[in-house]
């Protein structure tokens, strides 16, 4: 489907892409086309998909300004294949890295991820482990993976994990929403976001974007992130509800301005 927009801003086509990741899953996702050079790559969080409202907005607010922008649902996720998994940090780094190989394979230059919540994380954990990219955003990703267990599986969550193998999370009718397997569990306990944010390019320029409540969060990273902007969203909550054109903004500006100083260090 194509927007046509008024004659001074670029015209979009939005394409929908079908990506294999390297289990042979397909990642479905959405390309706002602009025929710019640099494509921007967006994460969703826990549980969401690449429709997500800040996800949709933050494209829009790109778009106009004549970048390309890629979203797309992780394995197990909205319409892609594969079964949903808790955790599985690193697995979705991988599909990321999928989708910026099929993209460098057309030629085309992927110049910075961003992630909202979960997907903040998965960028950060791109970044330290591939380390091809330059420009980073983080929306709301936690910096201390074992906060924000408990109050999602419960006090308890180790001692029935151990005895069942197994949480199921139940929705507000009582239905399975999703299980958390020990496996899974153990994997999220031991994804280490400090080590990680250590091995992160000294060059590559990150942005932490994080409402009041995550301030902890934010000034940890600040701390181990070698190039890293803090930009704090008074009143907002973790999906900014009501704060969408401010953050938008300022993630535009920090990528236009980073994509700027990258033109002018490769002259």
Known sequence: MAHTHS??????????????????????????????????????????????????????????????????????????????????????????????????GENRVVSAILGHSKGGIVVLLYASKYQDIHIVVNVSGRYDLKRGIAERLGEDFMEIIKKDGHIDVKNKTGGVEYRVTEEALMDSLRTDMHEACLKIDKECRCQC??????????????????????????????????????????????????LEQDKVSSK
């Open 7 to 104: 004659a001074q801003s670029p015209v979009i086509q939005q394409q929908r892409m079908i990506i294999p990741n390297k289990h042979g899953e397909k990642l479905v996702g959405l390309l706002h086309e602009t025929e710019s050079k640099e494509i921007v790559i967006l994460c969703h969080g826990f549980k969401s998909t690449k429709d997500y409202n800040t996800l949709t907005n933050l494209a829009a607010a790109l778009e106009k300004e004549g970048i390309s922008v890629f979203r797309f649902d992780f394995a197990g996720n909205g319409e892609s294949e594969g079964s949903f998994q808790y955790g599985n940090y690193y697995r979705e780094a991988d599909d990321l890295h999928a989708v910026l190989q099929h993209f460098s």
């Open 209 to 258: 974007q994080m409402n009041i409540n995550s301030v902890e969060d934010a000034l940890e990273f600040a701390k181990v992130i070698p190039n890293h902007q803090l930009h704090i969203i008074e009143g907002a909550n973790h999906g900014y509800t009501s704060h969408q054109n401010e953050l938008a903004s300022t993630v535009v500006k920090f990528i236009k301005s980073a």
